[in-house]
């Protein structure tokens, strides 16, 4: 949700150069472009982010499990992947709700 907000804002602020850019000859395919690789980029590189750590940390977090006599990786797994792939669904979500609402913001 953070995210989101500071790309509305960021949209409301951006408005005036998409106009120049509009005025110049960009057409609406092009602006819709511009928008969607600058929100792709702003949401999923913590996305990658955040699954790089978790890769990472499984192990520490395996090995401290094993501490408490919980040698199940398999469920381990499963349970970060699934969450894994509730967190990136809802990071689809918003993005597309973000990248739809900027568009409507920079193209008025």
């Known amino acids: 949700m953070v995210i989101y907000y500071?790309?509305?804002?960021e949209g409301y602020s951006d408005r005036y150069n998409f106009e120049v850019m509009q005025k110049v000859g960009?057409?609406?395919?092009?602006?819709?472009?511009?928008?969607h690789k600058e929100i792709r980029t702003m949401f999923f590189l913590p996305l990658l982010i955040a699954v790089i750590h978790?890769?990472?940390?499984?192990y520490a977090v395996a090995m401290l499990l094993a501490v408490f006599g919980l040698t199940n990786?398999?469920?381990?797994?499963?349970?970060?992947?699934?969450?894994?792939?509730?967190?990136?669904?809802?990071?689809v979500v918003m993005?597309?709700?973000?990248?739809?609402?900027?568009?409507?913001?920079?193209?008025r």
């Open 6 to 9: 500071k790309q509305i804002t």
């Open 26 to 35: 960009l057409d609406r395919n092009e602006v819709s472009a511009i928008v």
């Open 54 to 58: 978790l890769a990472v940390s499984l």
């Open 73 to 91: 990786v398999l469920a381990l797994l499963l349970c970060a992947s699934t969450i894994s792939l509730l967190f990136a669904f809802i990071y």
């Open 95 to 107: 993005y597309f709700s973000t990248a739809k609402t900027y568009c409507k913001i920079v193209m």
